[in-house]
């Protein structure tokens, strides 16, 4: 039986493995790469943050999510298959490595997220607001 993600170690262990997937996909590999020109030194520290704050409830992040992704999508239009692309690596994975609540909680609020995002992208086409 796989554990639960419990603590920061296991959160960090997740983020790590994920980002591998990512930053070598060609589908949305390109949006942190050359897009975004992610700083990796940063970027990872501050995406455990996000995650402990969601799953381990530590308070951690600061951050603007959802003007991040849409002030990316000015850059680069985001659509719903970049989306379905990351879930797929998200519960890849989760799946291969934990099981639970935490677990569970860390695919839902993956998909809260997406959904959420991608309803600010439509409006935005609309109304032409950042956030
Ligand atoms: C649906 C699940 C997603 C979640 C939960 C998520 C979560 C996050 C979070 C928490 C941040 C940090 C935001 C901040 O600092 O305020 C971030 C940054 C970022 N996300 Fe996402 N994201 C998702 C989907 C995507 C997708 C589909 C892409 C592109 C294909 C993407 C590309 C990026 C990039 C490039 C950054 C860094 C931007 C920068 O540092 O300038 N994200 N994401």
Redesign the pocket.
């Known amino acids: 039986m796989k554990k639960d993600i419990s603590n920061s170690e296991d959160v960090e262990f997740l983020v790590n493995q994920f980002y591998d997937l990512v930053v070598n996909d060609e589908l ?1 590999g390109p ?2 790469n050359n ?2 020109n ?2 990796w030194d940063e ?1 990872l520290p ?2 455990v943050q ?1 995650w402990e704050t969601v799953l381990l409830g530590k308070a951690t ?1 600061e ?3 959802m ?3 849409l ?2 999508n000015k850059k680069a239009s ?1 659509k719903e298959e ?2 379905e ?3 797929e690596y ?1 519960y890849k994975v989760l799946d291969e490595n934990f099981e639970g609540p935490v677990a569970l909680e860390a695919k839902n ?3 809260i ?2 959904d959420l ?1 991608l309803f600010k992208i439509e409006q935005q086409k609309t109304q032409n607001i950042i956030q």
């Open positions: 949305i949006f942190f897009v975004a992610v700083n970027h501050h995406m996000f992040f951050g603007w999510p003007r991040t992704h002030v990316l985001l970049h989306f692309r990351w879930i998200w609020r993956a998909k997220m997406r995002i």
